[in-house]
C-alpha cells in the first residue's frame, strides 16, 4: 500500500464496437512535483526576465527623453547667449546715436522695483526680443534725426556697382588665405566723381598703406566716413563740406586691383557695414 502511495494512477477507458479496453498508468509522485517545480521556478524567471526587459525599455525612454531635454537647453542657452549678444550691441549703438543726435534724457532716480527672481531661460526670450525690439524703435528715432540735421550718410558717394562688402573674404590678390574687409567697394570708371555722403570736415587727406590715396570725413559725434583708391583728391585737411559736395575722383591706388572707391562708415572709429547706408540711399 505504501509503495503505491508513491505514484499517481489514471485509468483510460477505450470503446469501440467491437470491443472495450482498459488502460492504467500510473506516474510517480516526485516526478510530478519535480515538475510542477521546474516549471514554476521556469515561470517565475520568465516573468523576471520580462520585467527585467520593462524597466530597461522604461530606463531607455527615460535616458533618451532626458537627451531631448539637454539637446533643448542647450539649444535655449545657444539662442539667448545670441539674443544677448545682438542686445548688447544695438545697446551701445543706440548709445552712440543718442549721443550724436542730441536725443539723450537725464538720467532719473531710480523708482522703487522688486519681485520674485526667475531664471532668464523661463522667460529670456521673449523679454528680450522684446527689449531688442525697443532699442531698434530708438535707433531708428535717432537716425531719423541725424538723418534731418545732414550727420548721417544718406546719398552715394559715387555711382557705380556694389562689388566686394563689408566683413570676411577671400584674398583679392590670390592665395587661399581669408582677410576682413572693413568698407564697401563699389566699381565705378576711373575718375568718376566722389562726393561727401553727408556733411562734415575733411580730418584726412593723403596716402595710408592698403587705402592708397585717402579722404576721411568726419560728421561729428565719432561718426565719419572713408574714400579710398582714389586717383586725384579735391579738398583741403581741416575744410567744410556739404552733403553731396566732390571730395575726389575714382583711382585704383594703393592695394586696389582695378579702379573702384573703398568705403568705409565708422562710429567711434570702429567700422560699421556701410550697406545699410547705401541701401536706404539714394544717388545725388
Known amino acids: 500500500m505504501a509503495q503505491e502511495d508513491r505514484f499517481y ?10 470491443r472495450a479496453r482498459v488502460q492504467r498508468i ?6 510530478v512535483t519535480i515538475s510542477a517545480v521546474v516549471s514554476l521556478v521556469i515561470m517565475a524567471g520568465l516573468a523576471y526576465g520580462f520585467y527585467g526587459l520593462t524597466q530597461q525599455a ?32 544695438v545697446e551701445d549703438t543706440s548709445r552712440k546715436l543718442a549721443e550724436k543726435s542730441g536725443v539723450v534724457q537725464d538720467e532719473k532716480t531710480p523708482t ?23 532699442l531698434e524703435e530708438d535707433m531708428r528715432a535717432y537716425e531719423e534725426v ?7 550718410p544718406t546719398i552715394w558717394p559715387v555711382d557705380g556697382k556694389l562689388e566686394g562688402g563689408f566683413g ?8 587661399s588665405g581669408y582677410e576682413f574687409h572693413t568698407g564697401q567697394d563699389i566699381e565705378a570708371p576711373m575718375g568718376a566723381p ?4 553727408a556733411s562734415g570736415k575733411i580730418s584726412f587727406v593723403g596716402w595710408q598703406n592698403g587705402y592708397g590715396q585717402l579722404v576721411i570725413v568726419d560728421h561729428g559725434g565719432g561718426l565719419s566716413t572713408r574714400y579710398g583708391h ?52 539714394s544717388w545725388k
Open 9 to 18: 494512477a489514471f485509468i483510460i477507458a477505450h470503446t469501440s464496437r467491437s
Open 26 to 31: 500510473r506516474v510517480d509522485k516526485r516526478v
Open 194 to 197: 566722389v562726393i561727401a555722403g
Open 58 to 89: 522604461a530606463h531607455l525612454r527615460t535616458e533618451m527623453e532626458n537627451q531631448r531635454l539637454r539637446a533643448e537647453n542647450d539649444r535655449q542657452r545657444q539662442e539667448l547667449e545670441k539674443l544677448n549678444n545682438r542686445v548688447e550691441k
Open 146 to 152: 541725424l538723418r534731418k540735421h545732414g550727420y548721417v
Open 168 to 175: 570676411g573674404r577671400r584674398n583679392p590678390f590670390g592665395g
Open 230 to 281: 582714389l586717383s586725384h583728391i579735391d579738398v583741403d585737411m581741416g575744410q567744410q563740406v556739404s552733403r553731396g559736395q566732390l571730395v575726389g575722383k575714382v583711382g585704383s591706388t594703393g592695394r586696389s586691383t582695378g579702379p573702384h572707391l573703398h568705403y568705409e562708415v565708422r562710429i567711434n572709429d570702429q567700422a560699421v557695414n556701410p550697406l545699410q547706408y547705401l541701401l536706404s540711399s
Open 112 to 134: 522703487g522695483t522688486g519681485g520674485p527672481e526667475l531664471p532668464l531661460d523661463e522667460m529670456g526670450l521673449a523679454t528680450l526680443t522684446a527689449k531688442m525690439s525697443r
